[in-house]
């Protein structure tokens, strides 16, 4: 099992000025960096995958940073979700260039869109097709596509392991895998246990983070429970994915509200004993 963080517990936006903090999280004793690109987010794509290599660290790639007006694979207008997958397509491309081994995320929709209505018929069908797509383009590149459900306060389309599950399942390639957070999952599943197993052979990653987005351990997610149930998976990963809150107003524009992550590195060395711990 491979352990990993996403750069924003340390970083608001990835450059190459940020390429040392790849030998950090090599000291720290992480596997892999989750980083997030799009639009606004420019670098040497040469230069983080030398530094990522020479450390040992796997990388992944997701979708945080600026996206095209209106792209969205869920969206009713053709238009923009003929937008979204071009612009999805474009980061497998980056993705490949970077040697990352997956691109992952909300990638059926628009983080942070949520239509408060009952979905069109053809909601689900329409996304499916997109994500078979982008899929099929991805295996082509040699890229796994990890989709995350997210909560419903950051998504209407997919909220709970089995819809994503059945949105996989509904867009029907091998390449298309899910990524559970728990962090999204506590206020959508009641058996933590049940729906981690009920995703299995699909499961691919776990970011691992507590109620409250802080370092896992002492809130309300039942981590026996969850741990317990990876086994019966093909579960490969554990992240930590949280937003510092120690870096100006950066967390605070991100949704945290309380000081969850003022360090990143001691929110790291917390989060790998936890798991570490629990993964025994």
């Known amino acids: 099992m491979k352990i990993g963080a996403h750069i924003y517990l340390w970083t608001e936006r ?13 000291g720290l004793g992480l596997d892999a960096i989750e980083l997030s690109v799009g639009l606004d987010v420019h670098f040497s794509a040469a230069l983080t995958r030398r530094t990522a290599e020479a450390n040992g660290l796997m990388l992944l790639v997701g979708p945080g940073g600026a996206w095209p007006d209106g792209a969205d694979l869920s969206d009713d207008d ?13 980061i497998v491309d980056q993705t490949a260039e970077l040697g990352a081994v997956a691109y992952a995320g909300a990638l059926y929709g628009r983080p942070g869109k949520v239509l408060k209505r009952r979905p069109p018929p053809d909601e689900q069908s329409r996304t499916a097709e997109g994500l078979h797509a982008l899929a099929e383009y ?6 796994k596509i990890v989709l995350e459900p997210m909560s419903r306060f950051r998504s209407h389309v997919v909220n709970t392991p089995r ?66 149930a990876l086994p019966a998976t093909k579960c490969a990963y554990v992240g930590f994915e949280g937003y510092n809150t120690g870096l100006g107003d950066f967390g605070w524009r991100r ?12 929110f790291v060395r917390q989060a790998i004993a936890f798991t570490r711990q629990h993964l025994k």
Do not use: K
Not at 255 to 266: E, L, M, S, T
């Open 14 to 26: 990835w450059s190459d000025s940020e390429v040392g903090l790849l030998d950090r999280a090599r």
């Open 78 to 90: 053709p238009v923009n979700r003929r937008r979204a997958l071009e612009f999805h397509q474009g």
């Open 138 to 143: 991805a295996q082509r590149a040699g890229v």
């Open 163 to 228: 819809q994503m599950l059945n949105l996989v399942n509904t867009a029907a390639h091998p390449n298309l895998h899910i990524l559970l957070d728990t962090y999204h999952l506590v206020t959508e599943v009641r058996d933590f246990a049940a729906d981690i197993r009920a995703v299995g052979d699909r499961l691919w990653g776990l970011h691992a983070c507590e109620n409250d987005r802080g370092v896992p351990g002492g809130g309300l997610i039942p981590w026996p429970a969850v741990f317990g």
């Open 255 to 266: 949704g945290i509200f309380q000081n969850v992550c003022p360090d990143g590195d001691a």
